[in-house]
């Protein structure tokens, strides 16, 4: 029993979880980033002997050398290796909208979930939704494991996006009110947060090595058994306890939040970013196989660059005196990151697109690393610390990006090229980075004049004291 008290009582153990958790669920997601274009060349493969030895098999023939002929000659009759990575090329280059669903899919389940899983938090508490939150993770990464065909596929990750939903929004929250400083819990947050990037930047290699040299099974039930391990520790910490709050202390509608222009400004900081990582997700890999046809494990560590960066801005940007002024942050991210979208299809080789996506990264994880914080403080100043609610916004918002990103992001490579997508998204962020250059400038601008107004008003109360300390 003193055990399971110091358990409880641990602030440290509180970070452990919740960072924990939003790795593994980030690595989740980005290990299957690389090998969905492998998966869905092989699974149309596999129909496709299916159908050919229904057709022309008969029960008495061995259906192993025959599987391995059929393999050869799905394309043609005298087929190479060199024709099988055309043929992939070709297949590949139709199925940008089945590849975006797949990525899309998390995002649907998680917004939709965020709506409903942001007000239960400040009535009923966040343990009970964070182990919830587990759970589904933990079934989505089995789906990932055992799955051999796109219905599968698809259904994991909308698995996946109700436990991720949980997980965030229940995990800020515990956060935000383990750590009611907010020099300290400014920190905490931004080092949680920077675990998305962690977690985004480990998940590709992760993927794309450990099914290479393991097979598929082993990478997914690996992570099905730490998201279980964290699972139950987080039970004995939180022990499901239900926080009930009185009818008249229940938190504001999230639809007041929105009305809040400084939140709109920063989710929409936040959302950009996410178009952008999601539309790389969705379209990198198939465009780094079209361009440099690499090995399949070399297709994740093309993430690792971006993502790692990312990770490392975000957690680093809130121990430096910089997260004093996050929208003057966000502007010169957003510069950052648009000269690495400008950069990337000049790449003459595989290994030279580090360069360009470790610029993005960069840029994306100050955006982000600085503005995510800061949300908890205006929740606290402004709307009587509705922590569940503004912290279910943001994840809405990344969500929002993530659905957008690989979709338009498929669709703009479909109709004109990757190039193109590269620059479109350039110029929309360098677009969205003036309007925030100039809100910044006429913000400090107003409160500038307030001040001096308030301090020309103060002179004349100032003076008559003195006056009358002088009589007396």
């Not at 596999?46 to 192993?64: G, I, V």
């Not at 940007?317 to 004093?324: A, E, S």
């Not at 998204?425 to 925030?436: C, D, E, G, P, Q």
Request: a negative charge.
């Amino acid at each position: 029993m003193n055990l399971l008290q110091q358990m409880q009582s641990s602030k440290i153990l509180a970070v452990v979880i919740v960072a924990s958790i939003v790795f593994l669920d980030y690595t989740l997601t980005g290990a299957i980033v690389p090998i969905v274009p492998t998966l869905l060349w092989k699974i149309h493969l596999r129909s496709q002997l299916d159908l050919k030895e229904s057709s022309h098999l008969d029960t008495s023939t061995n259906a192993t050398s025959e599987a391995t002929t059929v393999n050869m000659t799905l394309i043609s009759p005298t087929a190479t290796a060199q024709n099988l990575q055309e043929a992939e090329k070709a297949y590949l280059a139709t199925q940008g909208v089945k590849i975006a669903a797949i990525f899309a899919a998390k995002t649907v389940t998680e917004m939709i979930t965020d709506l409903f899983v942001g007000p239960l938090i400040d009535r009923i508490g966040h343990s009970v939704p964070m182990f919830a939150g587990a759970v589904f993770l933990c079934t989505a990464a089995i789906g990932f494991a055992l799955g051999q065909s796109y219905a599968v596929l698809l259904v994991s990750p909308a698995v996946q996006g109700i436990g991720s939903a949980c997980n965030t929004a229940a995990g800020m929250t515990m956060l935000a009110r383990t750590f009611p400083e907010e020099e300290q819990r400014g920190k905490i947050i931004g080092i949680t947060f920077g675990m998305l990037g962690v977690g985004s930047a480990f998940g590709p290699p992760y993927g794309s090595v450990m099914t290479a040299f393991t097979g598929k099974e082993a990478t997914f039930f690996l992570l099905a058994g730490l998201i279980a391990l964290f699972g139950i520790l987080q039970l004995f910490y939180n022990c499901l306890k239900i926080e009930r709050i009185e009818q008249d202390e229940k938190p504001k509608n999230m639809w007041i939040l929105l009305k809040d222009i400084d939140i709109l400004i920063y989710l929409g900081v936040i959302f950009m970013g996410s178009v952008i990582l999601g539309a790389l997700n969705g379209t990198f890999t198939t465009w780094l196989i079209e361009r440099f046809h690499p090995h399949n494990w070399e297709l994740g560590l093309a993430f690792l660059p971006l993502f790692g960066l990312f990770g490392l801005a975000s957690n680093m940007i809130n121990f430096t005196p910089l997260k004093r002024w996050p929208i003057a942050v966000a502007v010169l991210g957003s510069v950052i990151f648009c000269i690495g979208l400008v950069a990337l299809p000049f790449t003459p080789s595989f290994v030279s697109t580090i360069g360009p996506t470790l610029v993005i990264g960069l840029g994306i994880g100050l955006v982000t690393g600085s503005i995510y914080p800061d949300l908890a403080v205006l929740s606290e100043t402004r709307h009587d610390s509705d922590y569940g609610n503004v912290y279910a916004l943001a994840d809405i918002a990344i969500m929002v990006g993530f659905f957008v990103g690989p979709l338009m992001g498929a669709g703009i490579v479909h109709a004109l090229n990757f190039s193109w997508m590269m620059w479109i998204l350039a110029i929309v962020s360098i677009v969205y980075a003036l309007a925030l250059a100039v809100r910044f400038y006429v913000t400090k601008k107003k409160a500038t004049q307030v001040e001096e107004t308030q301090q020309l008003l103060d002179e004349p109360i100032n003076k008559e004291n003195n006056d009358e300390k002088e009589v007396s």
